[in-house]
């Protein structure tokens, strides 16, 4: 995915305080995370599109995650999407959010490189378990890293330009609070946790496929 800004950075925006207080959510509901899967996707599906399928693949990635739907929330991350959207200059059409994810890293545990989500008219959501969701697509991602205390889990672009790939690591180091906004279609990944845990907090806004 072409974009003049491929992301938009807030460091060190939100205060321990706030930062433990989202992880403090996650008490009593982490669980294993399941990935999109098209490995067994058809030549008539790529044509006419079809429901995405989810499963856990540790290969692809590894961690725990939380699902988190705290009105306060809400209002925190949209107040940040909405000044980076413009300032940006992708000024997408966001009309909803998908329940927050929040994520934990231990150990030598990571997410390789993957996009959040297409945005033609083949990858809308059909059948959503949140109805709020049906006919949209993901537009713009966000994580926010709410802990620096660990090594590793990089949070890293790539970008294909010229027969190139030019991997980048955004923030250039650890830093709590650190807001990071980008279109779901680029592609990016978590390196491994070297030592200690990586929180974070990872949002999906979604609106009217593109024209």
Known sequence: MNVTNVWYLFEGELDKIICNEIIQLGNGKWEEPLVASDANITREERKSGRDI??????????????????????????????????????KYDIQVVEKMQLTRYSGGEFYNFHIDGDGDNLAVFKNPKDEFLRGYVRKLSMSIILNDDYEGGEFQFSEYKNGECTITTVPDKNSLGTIIIFPSGVEHRVKPVTSGTRYSLVCWFCGPPFK
Do not use: M
């Open 53 to 90: 399928e989810y499963q856990a693949n540790h290969s692809v990635r590894k961690c725990e995650v939380a699902w988190l739907d705290d009105q306060w929330l809400y209002d925190l991350v949209f107040t940040y999407l909405g000044k980076a959207n413009i300032d940006s200059g992708w």
